[in-house]
C-alpha cells in the first residue's frame, strides 16, 4: 500500500529560485519567516537571538537550495536547518539561560476576534503554555511537542527532522502532554486547556 504525499505548496517557488528567481526566493522567504521565528523563539531565545537566527537560516537555505531534493516538504527542511543553528547557538553560548519569550513576540497575527473575554482566555492560555512548555519539559520533551503539536508536522516528519524513530517522537510528544497536564494542574492552570488539540 502506498500512502499518498500532499503536494508541497513550496515546490514550484523553490524551482524558481534554484533558477535563479529573486522573486521567487522572496514568497519562499514571506510564506515561512515568521514560521521559522517563532520555532526559533520557542526554544527560549532572546527576541534579537531569535531574530538573527532566523536571518541566519535564511541565509543558509540560499547557500543550500541546490541540495533541497524534494524528500521532505520545503518547510520541514527549512526548519531543520533552523533547528541546528539554535542547537549550535545554544551548545556554543556558555552563558545561555532559559527565559521565557515575552508574549508580544508569539503573537504578532493581528486577532479578528472582538470578544474581549475570549481574547483575555487566550492570553492566558498563551502565556501559561509559553511558561508550561520552558518549565515542566525537558529539551528532548519540547522539541518533540513543539515539531508534532505546534508546528503542524507529522511524526513521521519530525522523526526524520530529529533523527529518531517514529515511536520515539511519539512517545515523547507523549510524555511532553502528560508533563504539561501534571505542571498545569499543579501550578492551578489546567482548567484554561482542553488537552485533545495539545
Known amino acids: 500500500m502506498t500512502i499518498s504525499k500532499s503536494p508541497d505548496p513550496d515546490l514550484r517557488d523553490v524551482e524558481a529560485a534554484k533558477k535563479g528567481d529573486t522573486q521567487a526566493f522572496s514568497h519562499l522567504l514571506k510564506r515561512l519567516e515568521q514560521r521559522v521565528f517563532r520555532f526559533i523563539l520557542r526554544h527560549s531565545l532572546t527576541h534579537e537571538d531569535a531574530q538573527d537566527l532566523t536571518q541566519e537560516t535564511f541565509v543558509e537555505v540560499c547557500r543550500n537550495l541546490e541540495h533541497f531534493r524534494g524528500n521532505s516538504m520545503f518547510s520541514t527542511w527549512v526548519l531543520g536547518i533552523a533547528r541546528n543553528l539554535v542547537l549550535n547557538h545554544v551548545n556554543r553560548s556558555s552563558s545561555f539561560r532559559f527565559s521565557i519569550a515575552e508574549d508580544v513576540d508569539l503573537t504578532e497575527v493581528v486577532d479578528d476576534g472582538n470578544n474581549p473575554h475570549d481574547a483575555c482566555q487566550r492570553q492566558a492560555r498563551l502565556v501559561a503554555l509559553t511558561h508550561g512548555i520552558q518549565s515542566y519539559l525537558s529539551r528532548d520533551l519540547r522539541e518533540a511537542l513543539v515539531l508534532v503539536c505546534l508546528e503542524g508536522l507529522s511524526y513521521r516528519e519530525a522523526a526524520k527532522l530529529l ?32 488537552f485533545d488539540s495539545l
Do not use: I, M
Not at 533523527?163 to 511519539?170: I, M, N, S
Not at 511532553?176 to 492552570?189: E, I, M, P, V, W
Open 163 to 194: 533523527e529518531l524513530p517514529e515511536a520515539t517522537v511519539k512517545t515523547r510528544v507523549f510524555r511532553a502532554r502528560k508533563a504539561l497536564r501534571a505542571g498545569f494542574a499543579s501550578d492551578g492552570t489546567g482548567d484554561l486547556f482542553t
